[in-house]
């Protein structure tokens, strides 16, 4: 809103009015901004959750320090999305398609997870939202963006080609005149780091592009879905969740205005998205409420998000990366939500294997996800057995060793757009 108001007075010639023409300075105005609604606010939203005795319900896991959590506020996820929408809101161009769908990916599994996390409070439903409806919802999301991406007029990419001397080295990169519909991403490690969804669907002939578009829907669908749950499934310990999304947000920024800067784009040889560069505004505002929401969610943790701000961070982390068309870049730069997503799910089959087969279940890890597994004692599990000592780690500790983690990934993601 203030860009618009901002860019008119610029046309009264009001001193200083253009500054807000400029991505960098609205970008910086949204995270200083964000810091502080969701610093100041959150005192008062956790103190509202506290008289409304809206606190974690917690099952003995055998943790160390775990029942100490018991009724510490949840839902705090709305300082997270409050502290985010109001900075896009006043600083963000609105009628860019980019920011749009974004404040759409907010909206939308911020109250997908206030309803879990209403059901399991007031409810007293430890399940929460059935995970059907869940699936359901994240499916309908990655129906939107896929979609808008294929049908709008405003989303267009402009093809990035190398021209090579005789020893094979890149002279100059050049972009196409014209902006296209394009279902190419950018993958890591290859030369020619473009991969068209086209080329798995060539065999097609003249229904390949059409074809190419419903491959593109579908793997948005997916990611959306398996970013947004490993996030949730990130979010087991105080201030983890909040500070790897942090980190990723980060990175995501980074992309975004590289892919939207021309002589950037020319620069790494990536493809030139136009409008992209608004995401940074986002990305800012994404960054500033993360980082404020550690004020409160730090260890010891006086707010924890619930569902309604980790289902949340991981949708905007896809949706994101899906705009920018770096999501198979997102095993690496997500590897902390990855490895955690993947340790469930290596558990669980093993778990159901060795009881049908041997009439009993055994485990891999002590506890999933695979925070936990550090942060319970004995032995139980083959990777414990082999693990010395077998001794808890404390809290903090692997929340820090996981942000380590998070920004060494973090940097590698960056790296991969050199690396070929």
């Keep these: 809103m203030l860009y618009y108001l901002f860019d008119y007075l610029d046309q009264l010639d009001l001193p200083g009015a253009g500054m807000f023409r400029y991505v960098s300075f609205r970008s910086a105005m949204a995270l200083i901004l964000s810091l502080l609604v969701s610093t100041l606010i959150g005192r008062k939203i956790i103190n509202r959750l506290q008289i409304l005795q809206i606190g974690e319900l917690v099952r003995d896991l055998g943790l160390e320090g775990q029942m100490n959590k018991k009724g510490t506020p949840t839902m ?3 300082i997270i999305i409050i502290a985010i929408l109001i900075p896009v809101l006043l600083l963000a161009k ?3 398609i980019y920011i749009i769908l974004m404040i759409i990916t907010t909206v939308w599994l911020g109250s997908l997870g206030f309803l879990d996390d209403y059901i399991k409070v007031f409810k007293k439903d430890k399940e929460g939202l059935h995970g059907r409806f869940k699936i359901i919802a994240q499916i309908g999301l990655g129906l939107i ?5 294929y049908l709008s007029p405003d989303v267009i990419v402009r093809e990035n080609t190398e021209f090579r001397n005789s020893d094979n080295i890149i002279e100059k990169v050049t972009f196409q005149a014209e902006g296209v519909k394009s279902t190419q991403t950018t993958i890591p490690f290859v030369k020619n780091n473009n991969l068209d969804y086209e080329w798995f669907v060539s065999f097609l002939g003249d229904y390949a592009e059409p074809a190419a578009w419903i491959l593109f ?12 749950n490993g996030a ?5 310990l105080d201030g983890l969740a909040a500070g790897s999304s942090a980190v990723i947000g980060v990175t995501l920024g980074i992309l975004a205005y590289v892919s939207g800067h021309v002589e950037f784009a020319a620069y790494l040889n990536i493809m030139f998205i136009p409008g992209s560069e608004e995401l940074v505004v986002f990305a800012s505002a994404f960054i500033g409420a993360t980082v404020g929401f550690l004020w409160y969610n730090s ?3 006086q707010v924890f998000m619930g569902d309604t701000g980790s289902l949340t961070l991981g949708g905007i982390i896809g949706v994101f990366a899906i ?4 999501e198979l870049l997102l095993p690496i730069l997500c590897g902390v939500f990855f490895v955690e997503s993947l340790s469930v799910m290596i558990q669980v089959f093993y778990f ?3 009881k049908k087969k041997y009439g009993e279940g055994k485990r891999i890890f002590k506890m999933t996800p695979l925070h936990h597994h550090f942060q319970k004692a004995g032995n139980a599990g083959i990777v414990a057995r082999i693990q010395k000592p077998i001794i808890p780690i404390p809290e903090s500790k692997i929340v820090v060793r996981f942000w380590l983690i998070g920004i060494i990934l973090a940097a590698l993601t960056l790296a991969t757009l050199k690396m070929r």
């Design 145 to 149: 963006v896929g979609l808008t991406l």
């Design 352 to 354: 159901k294997f060795t």
């Design 232 to 236: 949730n499934l990130t979010d087991g």
């Design 76 to 78: 705090g996820g709305i």
């Design 94 to 96: 609105l009628a860019n």
């Design 217 to 228: 829907v579908l793997v948005a669908i997916f990611i959306i879905t398996a970013v947004s």
């Design 299 to 301: 260890f010891p943790a």
């Design 323 to 326: 705009l920018i068309h770096k």
